[in-house]
T-cell receptor, first 111, second 115 residues
Framework: GESVGLHLPTLSVQEGDNSIINCAYSNSASDYFIWYKQESGKGPQFIIDIRSNMDKRQGQRVTVLLNKTVKHLSLQIAATQPGDSAVYFCAENTGGFKTIFGAGTRLFVKA | DTGVSQNPRHKITKRGQNVTFRCDPISEHNRLYWYRQTLGQGPEFLTYFQNEAQLEKSRLLSDRFSAERPKGSFSTLEIQRTEQGDSAMYLC?????????????FGSGTRLTVV
């Protein structure tokens, strides 16, 4: 069935370093992928998205890479800051209304 | 309009009681979604509205759950005869139907604890 998963449940990085959060998906029909950030006590917050006809998209300090051959998605955060500490979810959408979320990776930023 | 608003933020109820949650989406968004999130997991889809029409319900949504969006604006999610397994964060999100952007705006959720 459809599934979106993550390679690592937790990631710890030093402040100022770059962070890479990975995600694997299994539905080859998915054509839209989204990264969300969730801080404690809050709902998920949209970070960046990418369509299946792209392999890279950049935002402010964030980059999403999509490798459709191996069904792999990654989120890169440049110069990680304490405010980046949160749980990060990758999510996929097959062009309809339902977005499927993975289990999440918790990012710890050490000062 | 400051985003998606959910009320209450927290609800503690005894097993067997009924509870109702409210979601006020972003006013120009005509799509509204309910998700459930348990500790350490990603949000799980429950149901979806486009305007006032409920277009899909997840298998997770048992007969004890009902959602409405009577005028295509706010929505309510009711759980009847609550069980301890219903304890979770209930998240509401909204989005625009137009265009190809399927990114959602989530509310802060209602945390339900069934004792």
């Amino acid at each position: 069935g459809e599934s979106v998963g993550l390679h690592l449940p937790t990631l710890s990085v030093q402040e100022g370093d770059n962070s890479i959060i990975n995600c694997a998906y299994s539905n080859s029909a998915s054509d839209y992928f989204i990264w969300y950030k969730q801080e404690s006590g809050k709902g998920p917050q949209f970070i960046i998205d990418i369509r299946s006809n792209m392999d890279k998209r950049q935002g402010q300090r964030v980059t999403v890479l999509l490798n459709k051959t191996v069904k792999h998605l990654s989120l890169q955060i440049a110069a990680t800051q304490p405010g980046d500490s949160a749980v990060y979810f990758c999510a996929e959408n097959t062009g309809g209304f339902k977005t499927i979320f993975g289990a999440g990776t918790r990012l710890f930023v050490k000062a | 309009d400051t985003g998606v608003s959910q009320n209450p933020r927290h609800k503690i109820t005894k097993r067997g009681q009924n509870v109702t949650f409210r979601c006020d989406p972003i006013s120009e968004h005509n799509r509204l979604y309910w998700y459930r999130q348990t500790l350490g997991q990603g949000p799980e889809f429950l149901t979806y509205f486009q305007n006032e029409a409920q277009l899909e319900k997840s298998r997770l949504l048992s007969d004890r759950f009902s959602a409405e969006r009577p005028k295509g604006s706010f929505s309510t999610l009711e759980i009847q005869r609550t069980e301890q397994g219903d304890s979770a964060m209930y998240l509401c999100a909204s989005s625009l139907a137009e265009g190809q952007d399927y990114g959602y705006t989530f509310g802060s959720g209602t945390r339900l604890t069934v004792v």
